[in-house]
Each structure stands twice: as C-alpha cells, then as structure tokens.
C-alpha cells in the first residue's frame, strides 16, 4: 500500500473531508495530489499530516523505505504495558529519524500511568520521579499535547508539585485552561464561571476563551481586568481585538503599551543612517487577509521564524519589486510594512484623513503622496490577485502617518518583533 492510500484511508477513518485535515496549513488541490499518487509530501507536510490524524510518521513510509535498528524495540516497546515498556525502551538506540518522536511519546504516557498508579498507592516520591521523566521525555516529541501536559499538571497536583490554595479552584483553572487548549472555549467558559471569586488569572482565561469566539468586545472587558496578571499578554490580546474591530487607533495604542512593558528594548537602528523622516513622507501600512484567514505565511520555532506559505511567496515577490517599500514583514493574516516617499511633495502635519480626501488616480512622482500610497498598495493587491486566481485581502487597509524619528524607530521595532510577539501570545508567554 502506498503513501497516498495510507494517508486517504488513516483520513477516512478518523471521520474527515481533504478540507477538514488541510486546516489553513496546505490547500485540498495539494492534499488530492498525494492522495492520488502524483505528489510526493515533503517531511513538513508529512509531519503535519500525521500529527492531525493521530499517527506516526512512520505509519505512511513505504514499507522498503522503513530500515531502522530499532524496529525490533519498538515492537516490543508497543506490545508491553507499565514498567515493562521502560525497560524495553532502555534498548532503543538513538537518535533515529523514523522512530524518535513515537519512541519518547511512548515513554511519556507510560510514565504518566505509572505515576497515576503510584499516587494511588500513594507512593509520592516515586510518582514526582515518573512525572518529571514524563515532562522530559514529552519536551522531545511534537506529538505530547496540551492535553496529556494538562494530565501531568493534575497529577504533580495531587503529588505535591504544584501548590494551591484552593485545591477546588485550582482543578478549575486547570480544567478550563485544558479546554481552552483543546480549542472548546464554550467549556472553558462554563468552568470558570463555576469559580466563586474569579481573579485576575481567571479574567485572563475568560478573555482567551472569549478571543477564540470572536467576542471581541467581552474579550476586551475581562483583559482590561486581567492586566495586572499579565500586561504583556493582555496588550497583545487588546491589539488583536481591536485589530479585529478595525479600531486601528486602539490597537496602535496596545501594541505600543507592549513595547513600554519591555525593560530592555532593543532599538533596530535606521536602514539610512541619520536620515531624518520627519522631513520625508513615511507610512505605516496594515493590509489584511479576508476574515483573517491564515493564508500568508507560519511562525515556527522558538526563534519565530517565518515560513511563507504559497501565497505568501506570491505577494513577497511584489512587495520586493517595491522600491518604496523599505521595511515589510508578512505575517499569517497580514502584511506590516513601511512606505516612504522621498519626493518632497509629502505635508507630514496632515491626517491620514485630510490626504484621503484629495485621493487622485495614478502613480507617478507628481501626483500626491497618499494617493501615490494606495496606487502602491492596489498594485502588490492587485498583481498577488491575479497570480492567485482571486482576491485574498480584505478592500480597506490601515495606514498612519508617521510624524518623526521617534515614531518610525517604533514603528520599525513593532514589525521587526511582530513575529516573535505572534508566537509568545499564541503560547500566552510574556514577551
């Protein structure tokens, strides 16, 4: 059986269409493709394939392709329950490509189960000892998930690693903190509203809940009361709510409320050294995707590294060909980028407002800068558009003047970290 029918048949089972598994990560056209043998996944895709179905990657190699010194072990591993399992994988031999990631996924649940066994015996010591191996052992694979480090966080409860007041409202908080994180939101809700006197950290939890249905004005409510728990994240989550109203003022004001909470900013100095911008027309542009579809591009690793999608590669090739675009980023759902205009024709004391209303068609050096702004902006729409096969941005953009030196070095430093505070608030870390 080949790779394609593996994957169609592991996706019939689990009860999903093409459009269900590709999420927003590969298109149905690709996933067809492999599916009928005449495409070939990369390791990326494959990986991501497997993980939304529950398997290993293994699972779909070819069976000729499949040469490892440990399959003997993981045989036995698989086939072995409690301690047993341990001990077989006391033999694995690493690192190894094909079995890596099931070989310590193994290791982590047996270890959970034991430790779950212990405290029913209420052997502590030895079940803190499992639980610590679990957490070692679930930081080397992608398919330990949020639910079994939710698990393990009841269970180093109940050990006596974590301490609580109220151990009630602590199993609430780690419950609802699950739900959320199995994306059921309308359960995390219910759970916090079961907690008597809700705290700052439940007003947190509340407003995720509420971000993730789109309740964006009942999301603002509880960050506001959320904001001395975290203000980092709380900034972050406001800058995306109001993003998503179209309030741009607010969410420009929240995204610079993230930059003061760091105590040690780092300041990226001017591509043109000691250019002065206040006597140059420059603007901050924010063009973004219909319904904030997740089209452009991921943000991966530690290190938030971009990796575009598609599409993405697409619209950067216009942007590139730009000359007025001299700072951009491409995130999933939109674009950040900095337009200056140099030709003198620029009045930096006008409103965005004022220029809209003396919008002239064209895009050459003479007509005014901010109709010379969203001929720029229309073009790279209109080109990716085309490229595409149909539209993906949203009508309106978002631009702001940007006023002096002070306001353009913010608003470099906002898009050179824009991705790093996407990944920090989807983890809801501090940045």
């Known amino acids: 059986m080949d790779l394609g029918v593996k994957l169609r048949q592991a996706r019939l089972e689990a009860g999903l269409s093409q459009r269900q598994l590709c999420g927003e990560e590969i298109t149905r056209n690709m996933l ?7 495409a070939r996944p990369s390791m990326d895709t494959l990986q991501y394939l497997a993980a939304r179905l529950g398997k290993p990657v293994s699972y779909f190699l070819e069976e000729q392709s499949v040469t490892s010194p440990n399959q003997s072990v993981m045989a036995q591993a698989r086939n072995a329950a409690g301690q047993a399992v341990l001990d077989a994988l006391e033999k694995y031999q690493g690192p190894d490509g094909i079995f890596d990631r099931e070989r310590w996924l193994l290791e982590a649940l047996t270890c959970l189960e034991l430790a779950q066994q212990a405290l029913q015996e209420n052997k502590k010591e030895y079940a803190r000892a499992l ?8 930081a080397r694979t992608p398919y330990y998930t949020k639910e079994l480090m939710r698990r393990r966080e009841l269970l180093s409860f109940e050990a006596g690693l974590l301490e609580a007041v109220d151990p009630d409202q602590w199993e609430l908080f780690l419950l609802a903190k699950s739900a959320l994180e199995q994306n059921t939101p309308e359960k995390s809700i ?11 950290k439940h007003h947190f939890l509340f407003a995720q809940a509420y971000l993730q249905l789109s309740q964006y004005e009942r999301a603002i409510e509880h960050f506001l009361q959320a904001e001395a728990y975290d203000p980092q994240t709380v900034y972050a989550g406001l800058e995306q709510c109001y993003s998503a109203l179209e309030d741009y003022k607010q969410a420009y004001f ?4 993230q930059r003061d909470c760091n105590e040690h900013p780092v300041r990226k100095a001017n591509r043109i050294p000691n250019y002065d911008y206040s006597q140059n027309g420059a603007y901050f542009i924010t063009i973004c995707t219909e319904d904030r579809k997740q089209l452009l591009s991921q943000i991966v690793g530690d290190d938030a590294h971009i990796v575009p999608k598609p599409y993405g590669k697409i619209l950067e090739k216009y942007i590139r060909n730009a000359p007025e675009i001299e700072k951009y ?10 337009i200056r205009l140099d030709d003198g024709t ?9 220029e809209k209303k003396e919008h ?3 895009a050459d050096a003479h007509i005014r800068p901010q109709s010379r702004v969203a001929s720029i902006v229309r073009s790279i729409k209109t080109l990716t558009a085309k490229e595409i096969g149909e539209s993906i941005f949203q009508r309106s953009y978002y631009d702001h003047v940007i006023r002096n030196q002070q306001d353009y070095n913010e608003i470099w430093e906002y898009i050179e970290n824009n991705p790093k505070k996407w990944m920090l608030s989807k983890k809801g870390e501090n940045w």
């Open 32 to 38: 067809s493709q492999i599916e009928n043998g005449s």
């Open 360 to 362: 002239i068609v064209g």
């Open 329 to 338: 980023v491409i995130m999933p759902d939109h674009i950040h980028m900095i």
């Open 254 to 257: 929240y995204a610079c409320k």
């Open 346 to 354: 620029m009045c930096l004391n006008r409103s965005p407002t004022q």
């Open 190 to 200: 219910g759970l916090l509203q079961a907690i008597a006197s809700p705290t700052e």
């Open 131 to 138: 639980l610590e191996q679990a957490q070692r052992a679930g």
